[in-house]
């Protein structure tokens, strides 16, 4: 089957605008998360979705960042006014369920440049 | 709040030879999980072993193995019989083992690199 896929896979936008970061999680996937990692960097959690509770935002590094999840389906960050200190590569996973037993399995991620 | 380091940046080693990668962690928690993930050039991550803290047997995967001390807090990775395939960035990742988010915490990454 399919794995995680992103889109898009790099971004380029200007200083100041809206970008919208896309994720398909595995079919039956019921557990949701983003990560951005900086360049040369290891990966920090921003958030988390598990079927219909409510979202841990607590990764989240402003209120300029948002993320929703339409049931076990499609996710989408937002960023809005983007900051030059945003550019990273934006990665998403998903796992059968919650916890620990459960492999994150990861998408290929989105190059997000801000100019 | 758990930390995980890896002090190493960068390291190279030579086709079919064995290479060792360290990190280490700093955790109040008795139970816990420590995986290690591959991130090659294409981005994707993979994982590559997982540990689980209250084991005491290290944990192994075909070639890759690793050096478990709980007391140090250490957490190595082994690599045998390196192959160009496992060039790569190294990710090493804490999991708290009562998580209900399953929320990962990863070091800053060592980068591989196997020559032949």
């Known amino acids: 089957g399919a794995g995680v896929s992103q889109s898009p896979s790099n971004k380029v936008t200007e200083k100041g605008k809206d970008v919208e970061l896309r994720c398909d999680p595995i079919s039956g996937h019921t557990a949701l998360y983003w990560y951005r990692q900086r360049l040369g960097q290891g990966l920090e959690f921003l958030i988390y979705f598990q079927g219909n509770s409510a979202p841990d935002k607590s990764g989240l590094p402003s209120d300029r960042f948002s993320a929703e999840r339409t049931g076990e389906s499609v996710s989408t960050l937002t960023i809005q006014r983007t900051q030059q200190e945003d550019s990273a590569v934006y990665l998403c996973?998903?796992?059968?369920?919650?916890?620990?037993?459960?492999?994150?399995?990861f998408g290929p991620g989105t190059r997000l440049t801000v100019l | 709040a758990q930390t995980v380091t890896q002090s190493q940046p960068e390291m190279s080693v030579q086709e079919a030879e064995t290479v060792t990668l360290s990190c280490t962690y700093d955790?109040?928690?008795?139970?816990?999980?420590l995986f290690w993930y591959k991130q090659p050039p294409s981005r994707q991550m993979i994982l590559v072993i997982r540990q689980e803290a209250y084991k005491q047997q290290n944990a192994t995967e075909n070639r890759f193995s690793v050096n478990f001390q709980k007391a140090a807090k250490s957490f190595s990775l082994k690599i045998s019989d390196s192959q160009l395939g496992d060039t790569a960035m190294y990710f090493c990742a804490f999991m708290k083992h009562d998580s209900n988010t399953g929320k990962l915490i990863f070091g800053q990454g060592t980068t591989l690199q196997v020559k032949p």
């Open positions: 996973a998903s796992s059968l369920n919650t916890g620990v037993r459960n492999e994150q399995f």
């Open positions: 955790t109040s928690e008795n139970n816990y999980y």
